[in-house]
């Protein structure tokens, strides 16, 4: 089972959730089968299927142990379009502020120092900054592909890298790096061809129109980094291999970790929960934090907007 408590005498038994979250998916799978099988003219079976997805998202958000579920595509089917992003040591806290399902922030944690556990205002000012960035670069692609969309990403909150190497061109005007991962999702629908021409059409935008770091924040003044830390950062973002940080092996598999649950490493809990962190409009403009909070915590909505399966 995917939720399961292990009580100290060595004794496993599934944990109290762990039906209700079973059984809503149990019910959601076989809507699923039925509504294939059978879809109706006025459209009666996909508006039941829509209310079991609620359901099951209603006691998966809900359930405060911790869970391990991920939504699979078989090979050749369609999907909602995502992307997964991988930066070992990126030059800035990307993920900053990301917010756990009940719309409460996630706490950062650090790996270099005992005292460098957190990161700066500053800091977290431009990883928003170039988060939003890198949801506008997404959106514009997908108005030249004819989708105009609206852009999500989810993010666990950021790590210090372990030992940022002398030299290293990922490597912030901290003098630090951040291990960092990134989901994005759009609402269209695409094949393994179409999602891999759409992240070489992304990295390529963001090759040529790399976040220059020109405009100032929507913060209070004293928050506002300087100039030269605002060059600095946007010098050190220019420099990540967008081409290896963009996995195209995710659409292989067809396959991704659902927001809120935890990634497993050699069968360990490796933690890394991705919560709702940054989403823009289909013409770019960026998302209110209030806005943000409100969707972190309506689990269905939550859902919707951050599930890569089509139906």
């Not at 209700?20 to 996909?46: F, N």
């Not at 997404?138 to 030299?167: D, F, H, N, W």
């Amino acid at each position: 089972p995917p939720i399961r408590h292990h009580p100290s005498e060595g004794e496993s038994r599934p944990h109290p959730d762990a039906p209700a979250v079973l059984a809503a998916g149990a019910r959601l799978l076989q809507q699923r089968i039925k509504v294939r099988r059978y879809t109706s003219a006025d459209g009666c079976g996909r508006r039941a299927q829509a209310h079991l997805r609620d359901e099951f998202a209603t006691v998966y958000f809900s359930s405060q142990e911790p869970k391990y579920l991920c939504e699979y595509v078989p090979s050749g089917g369609a999907f909602r379009m995502f992307w997964d992003i991988d930066l070992p040591c990126a030059p800035l806290p990307l993920g900053a502020g990301a917010l756990n399902t009940a719309g409460g922030q996630q706490e950062a944690t650090g790996r270099a120092s005992d005292e460098g556990s957190m990161y700066t205002v500053q800091e977290a000012t431009l990883a928003r900054e170039w988060m939003q960035w890198l949801l506008q670069s997404v959106t514009k692609i997908m108005a030249r592909a004819g989708a105009p969309t609206a852009a999500y990403a989810a993010a666990a909150a950021p790590e210090r890298a372990a030992a940022p190497a002398e030299g290293d061109g990922a490597v912030g005007p901290s003098g630090w790096g951040w291990r960092c991962g990134v989901h994005v999702h759009v609402d269209a629908i695409v094949g393994c061809e179409g999602a891999r021409a759409l992240t070489h059409a992304l990295a390529d935008q963001l090759i040529r129109s790399p976040w220059a770091a020109k405009e100032g924040p929507t913060v209070r003044e004293a928050d506002s980094p300087p100039s030269s830390t605002r060059a600095a950062a946007a010098q050190a973002c220019a420099r990540v291999d967008w081409n290896a940080a963009l996995d195209l092996g995710v659409y292989r598999t067809g396959s991704l970790r659902l927001v809120g649950s935890h990634k497993v490493k050699q069968r360990q809990d490796a933690g890394r929960v991705y919560g709702l962190c940054a989403a823009v409009g289909a013409a770019g403009a960026a998302w209110s934090e209030a806005d943000l909070r409100r969707l972190a915590a309506d689990g269905p909505g939550l859902m919707r907007a951050l599930s890569i399966l089509n139906d």
